[in-house]
């Protein structure tokens, strides 16, 4: 572990790592996978062994974004909004999503909860003057800047401090400083005003987190109750890729049969000319393995409602972690 960096060591599978699920602790992956509102499709998938779902939020993003993009989507042009639980949230990913023209809506982690808690006023009491570079606390006076920048986490924060002497005497003390407290100093990030403006976009949309539960959480209840499938029967980041993406497909293919219909899905794939030699005879093998089931309309018997706008909320975010098989 000293020669590698490693953290962890699993004997049973050297890529699996210790992951938190539902409160335990368990050895396995991480799955992340991003689902489109409008037809409930998986639109890309990883796997990966990180024991939270921080950082994953822009590249997954970035991935739906281009399998829109390489499926020559209508609405491509329009921004990208993606929902996500708040497992996801970080300062930068939201500042990079703002930059690079996606729209999240994550809820954020409140940090304040302590100081509210014991009655103390928090940090959103105080008003940040961009003109000024300071902030205004509830009684009026200036909280200004105070030595050099802390870095945490790869993030610039810029330390307020307000005078000692000014909240000794100041009307407000016992509601703003702890009993040992001498003066309130607040923590300002390089990424506070994008964070800001996506806290006012879920306030808001306080729906949209229904919404994301709606979407992401079905397709993992349809693989794990319907098809029996939950947990890896393999080992090994390159297996366990491989056995993710079949069930991603097949779950896909089910849904597409869902919502064109087998005779629909088959006329498709003639006029896109794939239909031909072995693949034509699966497809006449397909019907009529078919028609007994479901009917001369071929209609797939899970088949519901389709809605929505694939690009208006295009992506949604699940984490799943699964173990692998004893």
Known sequence: MARTGETQISQTDPDARRLSKNGQKVTGYNVQSVVDDQHHLILTHEVTNAGNDLGQLVPMAEQARQMLI??????????????????????????ACASRGIVPYVPVPEKTGAAERAGRLSAREFVYDAEQDRYRCPGGEALHPYGQPDIRNGVDYRRYRSRASVCQSC??????????????????????????????????????????????????????????????????????????????????????????????????????????????????????????????????????????????????????????AP
Not at 70 to 94: C, K, N
Not at 195 to 206: G, T
Not at 245 to 266: D, E, K, P, Q, T
């Open 171 to 324: 009307p407000l003390k016992a509601q703003c400083l702890p009993p040992a407290g001498k003066r309130r100093e607040i923590l300002r990030s390089e990424h506070t005003e994008a964070v800001e403006r996506h806290r006012e976009r879920m306030q808001a949309a306080p729906q949209v987190m229904r919404q994301r539960a709606a979407l992401c959480e079905h397709p993992f209840g349809t693989l794990k109750r319907w098809l029996g499938w939950d947990h890896f029967l393999v080992r090994g980041f390159d297996k366990v890729r491989g056995e993710m993406a079949m069930i991603v497909h097949s779950y896909n293919f089910r849904r597409v049969l869902s919502i064109l219909g087998v005779a629909a899905f088959i006329a498709y794939c003639q006029a896109r000319g794939v239909a031909r030699g072995f693949l034509a005879a699966w497809y006449g093998l397909l019907e009529r393995l078919c028609q007994p089931f479901w009917g001369h309309d071929h209609s797939w018997p899970m088949a519901g409602t389709v809605g929505g706008s694939c690009r208006q909320r295009a992506a949604s975010f699940v984490p799943v972690r699964f173990t692998p």
């Open 70 to 95: 390489d499926g020559q989507t209508t609405e491509a042009a329009q921004p990208l909004e993606v929902l996500a639980d708040a497992g996801y949230f970080t300062e930068s990913d939201i500042a």
